[in-house]
């Protein structure tokens, strides 16, 4: 008891509020009543204050002191500002105890002390020998030094409450700047992912370009072969089928030769019509005209069997293939390109099957084998080899070629790369090879060569291969 | 009898050829060439065959796996200079054409699938054209030995040449041996 009514008054009050706050704490009430009680006892002591600030001034107390109060007052209402600031339910549980404590000190020890000075002037004494006589008094001891106890204790917690308040303010911020980072990285992220989709289709796009390019210009070199290999047949049978026509019409003239002189003509006429049919020579000619001509029109069927085979046109995709097989009709096809420039030596070894794109393989196989035909000036000789290694196939094309020096060797998988003249090639065929083998079937495609040793290319496939081939 | 040389690496192509110079007349205009004709797949053995024997024309195909026909039909102009010359290919190569005129001055390039009435037109202009060439070189001739600007040796010399390719070419070793002509040899 302070013996100030308004002040113990307003004390009773504050012990009122602070007991039911405890029990309530204890009796785990929801959240917002606690806050609610906290808050009441925050304003009620904010305005005990006020009372007890007046009440200092009015009695007439030591400045020191007033200003001593007030700024533990000033420091109470900081306190508790902070604290409710980082709500959490432990953080409550401290609250309610600092507030309590806190409140309890402050009512037993410095109000005590306010209100022996109040009273002191009351009775005459001077304010300044009463603040100076109060730093004297020695009360009950041991409550002297609980109050002191609590006193440091109160510092301490401050302290602590006020490089938490700080450490979390810092925390704050650099969680929010860290987010705002992780935000704009992400963001760039994004964007660039797009980007890159964006060139990543551009690209498929073009490399689906110019292998196609490719292709035709293939087809275009293998053109004139084709066409030779065709041209010849038909004109043979052609020229055939003109001819027969003729000897038909001295058949013909034979016949109605017999039929005059069965009807009554002169015999000569017949030996006439004989004579110029030159029938022993037709007896002998005409089998192997119509033999010669039905082998020329097989072989019309045969080369454009071996196109289709060559360009799968009726299977398209990924599928087991034999890749021997494969060898065999693209040499078919380019076999009018070859003959005339190499012979062909078939070291074929016995292969599984591999998973892959036979018409893309065929397309590799083509370029391979019209770049060794096109290395070799005069006449030489290309080797098909195939072999199994390293859970997969291998194939190799080598020619006794002019060969090719390391600058070359260093660019020939380059688009657009040639050394040949225009017209003749078109710079695509390995860079396009390599496409295949290595992007699209996960295999291996190697060069050995040197100037003037000819030139060795090797394939190497996976037996089944993870990556994705598009159809072209 | 005009005799004319074939060669072609396709034995059907030689033998359709030869059924179709047989029964067609080779006609042009109102003259028309009673032919003898050989036949030949391999150009180095039609090449042996033209050091010995005259042609009045050449007829080859482009691609083949010795020699082109444009190499084939220069050694042949070296040999015969005064024969037609004519290409049959189904290999529509500009620049190969290019090169059989520039080169050789072909009489003509046929296309195959050739059309047999075109052929066979083609191989009578070329031999028309030939012989009115060649008389007209015989009259100049005369006109020129009239005039003493040629010698009746070398007359004869041209003749015997246009007879037995390569005759005046012969040289004589010192024992009365023939030496064969280095640079024909070495041709083959
Ligand atoms: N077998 C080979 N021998 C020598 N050089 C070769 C061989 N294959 C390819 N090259 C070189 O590699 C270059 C690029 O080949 P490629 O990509 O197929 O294009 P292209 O054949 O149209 O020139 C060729 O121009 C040639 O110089
Ligand atoms: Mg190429």
Redesign the interface.
């Known amino acids: 008891m302070t013996g100030e009514t308004i002040v113990d008054g307003e004390h009773q009050q504050l012990v009122r509020i602070i007991n039911l706050v405890i029990e309530r704490q204890s009796q785990n009430s929801s959240k917002e009543d606690t806050q609610s009680l906290l808050d009441k006892l925050v304003k009620y002591a904010a305005m005990h204050f006020a009372h007890e600030e007046t009440l200092m001034v009015s009695s007439g107390c030591d400045p020191r002191f007033v200003e001593a109060h007030k700024a533990i007052h000033r420091r109470f209402a900081q306190q508790v500002g902070r604290m409710c600031e980082f709500p959490s339910d432990k953080g409550m549980e401290h609250l309610l105890r600092f507030l309590t404590s806190w409140l309890a000190q402050h009512i037993l020890g410095i109000d005590q002390s306010m209100a022996r000075q109040i009273r002191k002037i009351r009775r005459g004494v001077t304010a300044e020998s009463a603040y100076l006589e109060e730093k004297e008094i020695q009360t009950d001891p041991a409550t002297s030094s609980l109050i002191d106890a609590m006193n440091a204790l109160y510092g301490v917690i401050a302290a602590r409450n006020d490089s938490l308040f700080e450490l979390n303010r810092g925390l704050d911020a650099q969680v929010s700047q860290r987010t705002r980072e992780l935000a704009d990285a992400n963001a760039r992220l994004t964007s660039d992912q797009a980007k890159l989709v964006e060139v990543l289709n551009k690209y498929e796009d073009t490399q689906q370009k110019l292998l196609q390019s490719e292709k035709l210009a293939a087809i275009g070199q293998l053109a004139a072969g084709v066409a030779h290999e065709i041209n010849n047949p038909i004109g043979f049978v052609n020229s055939n089928l003109g001819t027969l026509k003729t000897y038909i019409s001295h058949l013909l003239d034979v016949v109605s030769a017999y039929e005059a002189v069965g009807k009554g003509a002169d015999v000569t006429v017949l030996a006439a019509a004989i004579k110029k049919a030159d029938l022993d020579f037709l007896r002998e000619d005409l089998p192997s005209l119509l033999t010669e001509s039905q082998a020329g029109l097989s072989r019309v069927t045969k080369i454009v069997q071996d196109l289709k085979d060559f360009s799968h046109v009726d299977q398209t995709g990924r599928q087991l293939a034999n890749l021997n097989a494969a060898m065999e009709s693209t040499l078919n096809v380019v076999s009018n390109e070859l003959k005339y420039k190499a012979e062909v030596v078939r070291e074929l070894g016995d292969i599984p099957e591999v998973d892959c794109d036979p018409a893309q393989i065929n397309q590799v196989f083509m370029n391979l084998l019209v770049n060794a035909a096109h290395a070799i000036e005069h006449r030489g000789t290309i080797f098909v080899r195939s072999g199994i290694a390293d859970d997969g196939v291998w194939f190799e094309v080598e020619d006794t070629g002019k060969g090719m020096s390391d600058a070359v060797m260093s660019r020939i998988f380059e688009p657009f790369f040639t050394t040949k003249a225009v017209g003749q090639g078109t710079g695509l065929g390995l860079s396009i090879s390599y496409d295949i083998i290595v992007k699209r079937h996960g295999g291996k495609l190697d060069v050995f060569s040197g100037e003037g040793k000819g030139a060795r290319f090797r394939i190497w496939l996976p037996k089944s291969s993870n990556v994705g081939a598009e159809g072209v | 009898m005009s005799r004319i040389l074939i060669l072609d690496d ?1 034995d ?2 030689l ?3 030869k ?2 110079l047989r ?2 007349p080779c006609t042009v205009g109102n003259k028309t060439f009673a032919l003898e004709v050989e036949t030949f797949g391999s150009p180095l053995e039609a090449i042996e065959r033209a050091r010995h024997e005259p042609f009045d024309l050449f007829l080859s195909d482009f ?3 010795e020699m ?1 026909g444009i190499e084939f039909l220069k050694v042949v102009k070296e040999i015969q200079p005064d024969a037609a010359r004519l290409i049959l ?5 500009l620049n190969a054409l290019v090169r059989a005129v520039n080169e050789i001055g072909i009489d003509r390039f046929i ?4 059309n ?1 009435y075109e052929l066979l037109s083609a191989i009578a202009q070329s031999l028309a054209h030939r012989e009115l060439m060649l008389e007209n070189r015989q009259l100049a001739n005369l006109v020129r030995l009239d005039m003493g600007d040629i010698t009746p040796e070398t007359l004869e010399a041209q003749r015997l040449e246009a007879l037995e390719p390569g005759i005046t070419q012969v040289n004589w070793g010192p024992d009365g041996s023939v030496l064969l002509d280095a640079d024909l040899t070495n041709r083959g």
């Not at chain 2, 290919?89 to 190569?93: L, M, V």
């Not at chain 2, 296309?111 to 050739?114: D, L, M, Q």
Request: no cysteine; charged share 35%; hydrophobic share 35%.
């Open positions: 396709e059907s192509i033998k359709s050829l059924r179709l029964v067609a691609r083949m796996p082109d290919s189904g290999y529509a190569d296309g195959k699938p050739w047999d």
